[in-house]
């Protein structure tokens, strides 16, 4: 359970507090938080509080959306960046998860040009403040208007655009990748570059009743998790596994019992051993 980390937009009724006193419960070893759960709070308290807790503050979700249709409202987002990067120094987040954006019947290449450039525009903030920027590739039926960076390949590519610094790197989401028959190989790239940030999980319910809304628990859908998980620490990857679920089933639930199954299913998905190693996965 040390590599258990759970997103607090995962247990969005939730207050922050609450989360921070009823993760570490459930052996939660990390959290990333989202933006949304600091508003209003001092952010100095909420660095001490993490530290209180036990866990590890292990991103904060999320940046991003960059193309818009004008100047001065991509100007407005490249602010609300470094206004995200000043926001994970001051929590002692490492990195911020980047959901890069798209504008309905703009060109997909405008669109990737426009968040390569406001990638740009935020890096050197970033750097500054020693904090990581990572590229979330989100699933193709979000292409209209929430990502234009669809595969792990487009990922690279603006990295490469960019001059692959060592701040800029990519967030895997088994949710978003899982369908990509290059998925494999463009783990491995990203591990051989350095690239590799952040691992998230959940699960593809089939049917699905909501392509936003009703992710499943680890094990209660049809992606292999383990064998992508396997696929991830083979690059040498040590990091959490955190886990983000957009459920409305599960935020009309009670959190308690839903934490508990967010346990019960990680220990279930690395309990047994690694097919590829015969060794268990802690």
């Known amino acids: 359970m040390s590599r258990l980390c759970v997103h607090t937009i995962s247990t969005k009724p939730l207050n922050l507090d609450q989360c921070l006193t009823e993760y570490p419960k459930q052996g939660v070893s990390g959290i990333t938080i989202w933006r949304q759960a600091l508003e209003g709070r001092d952010l100095a308290t909420v660095k001490r509080q993490v530290g209180d807790s036990g866990m590890d503050v292990v991103s904060l979700c999320r940046g991003g959306f960059f193309p818009a249709t004008t100047a001065a409202a991509r100007q407005s987002v490249i602010d609300d960046n470094l206004k995200a990067v000043e926001q994970a120094h001051a929590i002692g987040a490492p990195l911020i998860v980047l959901v890069c954006g798209a504008v309905p019947g703009q060109p997909l290449a405008e669109s990737r040009k426009q968040i390569t450039e406001g990638i740009a525009a935020v890096l050197p903030a970033a750097e500054q403040a020693g904090v990581k920027l990572s590229i979330e590739p989100l699933h193709p039926m979000y292409a209209d208007d929430r990502s234009a960076v669809n595969t792990l390949r487009q990922a690279h590519e603006i990295c490469d655009a960019l001059g692959s610094p060592k701040s800029l790197g990519i967030a895997v989401d088994v949710y978003h990748v899982w369908w990509d028959p290059e998925l494999k190989a463009q783990i ?17 319910k089939t049917p699905t009743t909501d392509l936003l809304n009703d992710r499943g628990l680890m094990g209660e859908g049809c992606i292999n998790i383990r064998e992508i998980s396997d696929w991830v620490d083979g690059t040498g990857f040590t ?3 955190e886990v983000e679920i957009f459920s409305n089933k599960w935020w009309a639930a009670d959190q ?8 019960a299913s990680y220990q279930q998905v690395y ?3 690694s097919p590829a190693t015969g060794l268990p996965r802690e």
């Open 188 to 204: 491995d790239f990203a591990g051989q570059t350095g690239r590799l940030h952040a691992f998230h999980i959940c699960d593809w």
């Open 239 to 241: 990091g959490f596994r």
């Open 256 to 263: 308690q019992v839903f934490l508990d199954q967010i346990a």
């Open 271 to 273: 309990a047994s051993p």
